[in-house]
Structure formats: C-alpha cells, structure tokens
T-cell receptor
Framework: GQNIDQPTEMTATEGAIVQINCTYQTSGFNGLFWYQQHAGEAPTFLSY????GLEEKGRFSSFLSRSKGYSYLLLKELQMKDSASYLCASLDSWGKLQFGAGTQVVVTP | NAGVTQTPKFRVLKTGQSMTLLCAQDMNHEYMYWYRQDPGMGLRLIHY???????AKGEVPDGYNVSRLKKQNFLLGLESAAPSQTSVYFCASSLGVTTFPSSTDTQYFGPGTRLTVL
C-alpha cells in the first residue's frame, strides 16, 4: 500500500525559510516528487529525488532519506509569489504517483 | 509546443448525463494519466495508460471509462454523471518508466477541467 503525510498549512513571513516535511510508505519506491500548485492552476514540477541526500535548485531544495521514508522541501528567501500548495508525491515502479493532500504555504508581508 | 491540453475547461452536467473529457499532449509521451482533485484530498488517480491501446485502473476508477486510441490523446468518459463526480479533473503525461529511475518519470499536467454535476 501507499500513504503520504504532510502538514496541512504553514505560514511564514517574506524573506524567511520554511521546511515542508513529508513521510511516505510506498511499495516499489522509485522516487519522490515535489510539485507547486497555485490556486486554480495545474501542479508544476519542482524537484525529484531518488537517492538519499539534498538536491538544491535556486531558492528551493529537496531532501530524501529512503531508509526513513522521509523527504522535505526547503523554501528559502520566501517571496509573496511562493504562496501556494506544495504537493509531495511518491513514484512506484509502475510509473504511478501517490500524492499527499498538499501543504498550503501562506507568505505574509 | 503546447504541452498538455484539456478540453473543455468548464462543464456543468445534470445527474445522469454523459460526457467525454479530452486530453492531448504533443511531447510524444508514452504514459498518460487522469486524476481528480477534491478539497483536502489531494490528487487521486482514476485511470492511466502506459501506451497506445492500453489502459489500467487507478485508485478511484468506478464511474469512469477511458480510451487511448492514439498515442497523443487520452479520453475520460462519464457514462452517467453523479454529484459525487463534481471535481477538478487533471490530465498528465510522462515519458514513462525507464530502466533506472530518473527525472524522465516527471509527470506534466494539463490546465484542468472543472466539472459540476447538479
């Protein structure tokens, strides 16, 4: 079976750092994706991790620990435009994604 | 290069009516997917296809049918719509599963279809 857990909402001020945690249980695990979704829009790809460790991409970084079934997305130097829902999703060996319910990040001035 | 497109963008149906949602991709992707997104529940997989002429059930397939007659198109059908099918529907596509996991498994999403069933 598969199960993805992430917090429902997080609030932070402009310029701050926020870390969104995600735990997963996936049969035939083939990687962990993070997507960003603004209200009323489609999810857009942010990052992919399949090996343990940290992947850095500009202001966003993603970390994976396969042994712990744990990932986090780190958003640095928060901007107002970063207010969105962030979706954690695990990929199985059949090419199917299991999504968490999403974490709504609210950035305040 | 339009990526993934969906038609229609919005639709209102009465209970018992039928309709078809069309998804098209121009990236020559092998895999295509249909999801529904409901408040507080995240994206849930309805059906998917790993190639032209193949389809498979996802997490919530009941009440839906799909067809993949051409590689670039993936159709989602509702034969007899119910209020419980009110949702936002997203189509996605990916290159497909490779021998070694890689970012080529990334799914790219269409803009969505907002469906209301009265």
């Amino acid at each position: 079976g598969q199960n993805i857990d992430q917090p429902t909402e997080m609030t932070a001020t402009e310029g701050a750092i926020v870390q969104i945690n995600c735990t997963y249980q996936t049969s035939g695990f083939n990687g962990l994706f993070w997507y960003q979704q603004h209200a009323g829009e489609a999810p857009t790809f942010l990052s992919y991790n399949v090996l343990d460790g940290l992947e850095e991409k500009g202001r966003f970084s993603s970390f994976l620990s396969r042994s712990k079934g744990y990932s986090y997305l780190l958003l640095k130097e928060l901007q107002m435009k970063d207010s969105a829902s962030y979706l954690c999703a695990s990929l199985d060996s059949w090419g199917k994604l299991q999504f968490g319910a999403g974490t709504q990040v609210v950035v305040t001035p | 290069n339009a990526g993934v497109t969906q038609t229609p963008k919005f639709r209102v149906l009465k209970t018992g009516q039928s309709m078809t949602l069309l998804c098209a991709q121009d990236m020559n992707h092998e895999y295509m997917y249909w999801y529904r997104q409901d408040p507080g529940m995240g994206l849930r997989l309805i059906h998917y296809s790993v190639g032209e002429g193949t389809t498979a059930k996802g997490e919530v397939p009941d009440g839906y049918n799909v067809s993949r007659l051409k590689k670039q198109n993936f159709l989602l059908g509702l034969e007899s719509a119910a209020p419980s099918q009110t949702s936002v529907y997203f189509c996605a596509s990916s290159l497909g599963v490779t021998t070694f996991p890689s970012s080529t498994d990334t799914q790219y999403f269409g803009p969505g279809t907002r469906l209301t069933v009265l």
